[in-house]
């Protein structure tokens, strides 16, 4: 083949199936972006090792906090001196579309979320 497409002797040919990457994503929309700007907090919980990021995104995702525009896993953090707790810091990111918002409509929201993992997960703030 390489013969009748003209290719170099160090070509090589690949297939990237790319189907399961999109396998439970909501399908892409487009989202006006604000011009006010974001408001960004940092949350740190103690939680036990049966508690995975994904059971904490998935909680985020179920609360629909108001003007949540993003949550990002900024760490997870293992004492060596007690393995059995495990901090997890994830970064709020919250934007209205029409309007700057107060830092109590964020402190809020981030509490709502505290209230929700510490119910599913026992988690400590």
């Known amino acids: 083949w390489r013969e009748w497409l003209a290719l ?13 990457l999109s396998v ?6 487009f989202v006006e ?4 700007p974001a408001a960004d907090v940092d949350v740190t919980v103690a939680c036990g090792p049966g508690t995975s990021w994904r059971d904490l995104e998935e909680a985020i995702a179920a609360e629909r906090l108001e003007n949540l525009e993003e949550a990002v896993l900024l760490g ?13 810091t994830v970064r709020l990111g919250f934007r209205a579309p029409d309007r700057t918002l107060s830092q109590d409509e964020v402190n809020r929201e981030r509490d709502r979320l505290i209230e929700t993992w510490k119910q599913k997960f026992g988690v400590n703030a």
């Open 8 to 20: 170099p002797a160090a070509t090589a040919v690949a297939e990237l199936d790319l189907a399961p």
């Open 24 to 29: 439970g994503r909501a399908a892409a929309r």
């Open 33 to 36: 972006y604000s011009r006010f």
């Open 76 to 88: 997870i953090y293992v004492d060596p001196n007690r393995p059995e707790i495990r901090n997890v």
